[in-house]
């Protein structure tokens, strides 16, 4: 299997998708908080779909995993790499929340005792709150448990499969595999990534026919995911990861412009960060709304105060968490020499 850790246009797609998230959360954090204004349906129908930048990102991390643990050669050293790429940035956050949540009353923290404190506390750092029915922490690292589960799945079939030639233990957890994505079906996303990684197989539409190709493809597979199933968004989903793959298509080179590129460098970081970035302006909203404030106006303002502030805090914590204290922590290890950061979906 040839080198896939770094394509162009699959940079700019874990860009685009975390652009998408943020945008959801620009018109539902202030929802949430009451100084939204009152907005057409179809705003609100069409603006809810941008959550499912979520699948966009599980695609990209099913077609670079599979790469990522043939060039590893060791499961250890593949889990070592995911534990210093992932990590890092969440437990960082996990810890800040856990912090200062509870003295500015964020969310369940308000009058929480102690036991359930450190229920939600452990549920939460081993990626577990959703199984165990406890409150989601983090607002966007759900998704990192859907990531942990297809790493270790992946790479106990990789084991099974490739090392030990045991293919009846191998059907059995593809079984175990095939339950899980009907179990939770948008983890469906991540065999698409995984077909594109194994068949060299894609679809060249060039120019400006093929940029409109793949947004077609996309809003496709958005509005499946939102109204219809999300089964029924895996063939527009892979006809456009097919076009982001192919060179030359018009897509690709879409997504290969420079402010697409940094944010799909920093997007793992910008991904999980901007809740924490736009927590401060939505209660500032909170208030300004209770003084009379008009809500056009304040919406207006939480929109672009909390791009910027999305941006720049997605910047520093890319730069200081997941370059230095990353390169810090690779060396104070001293198990591997340090790897390409942009590896992975928008946590891989």
Known sequence: MTDKSFVPSVQGLRGLAAVSVLIVHLYDMPLLAGFLPSVPRWFQQTINMGGHGVEL??????????????????????????????????????????????????????????????????????????????????????????????????????????????WMLGLLLLAIGLAGVFHRPIAAYFAVGMLFAAVDVRFRVTGWFGVLAGVICGITMYVCLEYIHPFVGLVPGALLFGMVLAPGSGVAKALSGPVLQYLGKISYSFYLVHPFALYPLQMMGVKLAAHGFSLWALWAAFVGLGLVASLVAGAVSYELIEVRLRRWLDATFRQAPSRPLGEVGHHA
Do not use: C
């Open 57 to 166: 990102f599980f695609m990209i991390s099913g077609f670079l995993i599979p790469a990522s643990l043939v060039r590893h050669a060791s499961v250890s050293k593949f889990f070592y790499d995911r534990m210093l790429r992932i990590l890092p940035v969440f437990v960082i956050l996990h810890l800040a929340l856990f912090v200062i949540g509870p003295i500015v009353g964020y969310k369940f923290f308000k009058d929480i005792g102690v036991v359930a404190y450190v229920e939600v506390f452990l549920a939460n750092l081993f990626f577990l709150p959703d199984a165990l029915g406890l409150p989601i922490g983090q607002q966007n690292a759900w998704t990192l448990a859907y990531e942990w589960a297809f790493y270790i799945w992946f790479a106990a079939t990789f084991f099974v499969v490739v090392e030990r030639k045991n």
